[in-house]
């Protein structure tokens, strides 16, 4: 049903899922770039392709809506909401015989500004294991929010500017959301900006929110991406205290080298993972972007689960009931 070509393909459709270089027909679960190209023809919710064209222009996009069966290249094709930003998707493959789940990122609990996860039962799931190491569990989502308003609202009250470094598509509308439901200004380096009008144009509530030009204004929060040019304008913000939004529970605020690191997070968390793997119920697992030893864990619980990449091993790869090519 599927085979590896340096990434996931499925092979009667001969479309290409989450492919960073360009393909004939790319699915495209959700626009983080390292989830994206400017493919011939991409599928993807059409969320996802707002987002596509805002970050890499207009381009030839078959749209899929949610839980909406598309008959193409020989398979039904459905998508169903990933939790993991606006448009997100899992790509469920049926060829008549057999059934695949490609979960992309995801995250199972909820989020303010995507739809909530949905895992259908499937023969196949190809799961995306980031945090699949038992050190990796989040914190309940409402302990870290309170942790954030806390902080903010004790910079603010010191007289001092917080800058939040959160991604630009994501998370950085997470926050906004969750700081103008409690009330606080928020303003955004133009790259968040941009990419919040598109969250709004889609029907995301985020509250009150403008572009950044020059200094903030007092007792208002920025939000910037957390890659070097953004921080590089953060000289001009005076009393600045920094936070980082990150999903890695562990890392500590000196490690990511600013004042406080929020853990909030929009993947699944190991207990999550270990969750999604029971719920779809399938014949065999393959992981990705995740350690190998959580391909361990799920063994010893008794599952069937391999890495999907080249390391894959042939032998158990052909018992299998998959065709997987190892290049
Ligand atoms: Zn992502």
Partial sequence: ????????????????????????????????????????????????????????????????????????????????PAGHCLGSAMLFADDGEQTLLYTGDFKLAESATAERAELPTADILVIESTYGAP????????????????????????????????????????????????????????????ISLVYRACGVELGAFELLRGKPRDGCTVIVPPHRHARADLGRIRAAVTFAVTGWATSSSRRLGVDHAIPLSDHADYDDLLAAVAQVNARVVYCTHGPESFVDCLRAEGYRAYPLDTKCPTAEASRSPVQLRIF
Avoid: N
């Avoid at 001969?14 to 989830?35: K, N, W």
């Avoid at 914190?139 to 954030?148: E, S």
């Avoid at 939040?164 to 959301?177: D, F, I, N, S």
């Fill in 135 to 194: 050190a990796h569990r989040h914190v309940p989502r409402g302990q870290a929010i309170d942790q954030l308003l806390t902080l903010v609202e004790a910079t603010l009250r010191d007289g001092k500017t917080p800058v939040v470094q959160a991604y630009a598509l994501g998370k950085a509308q997470e926050v906004t959301a969750i700081l103008t439901a409690a009330g606080h200004s928020v303003m955004q380096h133009r790259e968040v900006y941009e």
């Fill in 1 to 80: 049903m599927f085979h590896f070509d340096r990434g996931l393909k499925l092979t009667r459709a001969d479309l290409a899922v989450d492919y960073r270089r360009r393909q004939p027909r790319g699915f495209i679960s959700h626009a983080h770039r390292d989830h994206m190209a400017r493919h011939e023809l991409a599928l993807c919710t059409p969320h996802t392709a707002r987002l596509y064209h805002a970050r890499m222009g207009q381009r030839p996009v078959l749209e899929m809506p949610y839980r909406e069966t598309l008959d193409w290249g020989g398979l039904k094709l459905t998508t169903y």
